[in-house]
């Protein structure tokens, strides 16, 4: 069975840039999860995706960070303009569905360096 | 706010050794709480997890060891090996949303 899969895998942008990332769940799973994973730090998370709906936003910085999941499967997270304290690694997760009793797969991340 | 307190930052064991990482939550409505190891480069993958009703749960080399009352919970790896060299995040939930601590990076020496 194939992975989370997310790309790029690095990016290197300007502080005030935009930028995009983009991730492809595991196949008939229902749910996704955005986090963001400070260096040194554990996963936070920014969005869950209960197919193309938001079940929980509540820590997106949503004057900058804007998630979509359309058609209930890929899903993009952009940052306009970036601040050089988004630097992180930003990861997606899929479950079958949402709840504790789902496990929640990881893709590899993206690096985002912001200077 | 950090929802869930791990410690150490960092671990270094023999190999044979016994790694141990510690836990501490505050929310009592936490009911679930997943390990998750991370290798370099990497996104975390789901070790072992636990519910409150039992005090212990085994699964080959890794142990969880869970103080309801003390709002605790621990992992423990037996014989570590250096392919055990990651780094370990312990979470907690309730309904929905993971709470991760800061993670312990795990070395283990030959």
């Known amino acids: 069975e194939a992975g989370v899969a997310q790309s790029p895998r690095y990016k290197i942008i300007e502080k005030r840039q935009s930028v995009a990332f983009w991730c492809n769940p595991i196949?008939?799973?229902?749910?996704l999860y955005w986090y963001q994973q400070i260096l040194g730090q554990g996963p936070k998370l920014l969005i869950q995706?209960?197919?193309?709906?938001?079940?929980?936003d509540s820590q997106l910085p949503k004057d900058r960070f804007s998630a979509e999941r359309l058609k209930g499967v890929d899903s993009t997270l952009k940052i306009q303009p970036a601040k050089l304290e988004d630097s992180a690694v930003y990861l997606c997760a899929s479950s079958l569905a949402s709840g504790r009793a789902y496990e929640q797969y990881f893709g590899p991340g993206t690096r985002l360096t912001v200077t | 706010q950090q929802q869930v307190k791990q410690s150490p930052q960092s671990l270094i064991v023999q190999k044979g050794g016994i790694s141990i990482i510690n836990c501490a939550y505050e929310n009592t409505a936490f009911d679930y709480f997943p390990w998750y190891q991370q290798f370099p480069g990497k996104g975390p993958a789901l070790l072992i997890a636990?519910?409150?009703?039992?005090s212990e749960k085994k699964e080959g080399r890794f142990t969880i060891s869970f103080n309801k009352s003390a709002k605790q919970f621990s992992l423990h790896i037996m014989d570590s090996q250096p392919g055990d060299s990651a780094t370990y995040f312990c979470?907690?939930?309730?309904?929905?949303?993971?709470?991760f601590g800061k993670g312990t990076s795990l070395l283990v020496t030959p």
């Open positions: 196949s008939g799973h229902a749910t």
């Open positions: 636990i519910r409150p009703d039992v």
């Open positions: 979470a907690a939930t309730g309904e929905y949303a993971l709470n």
């Open positions: 995706f209960q197919n193309n709906g938001v079940v929980d």
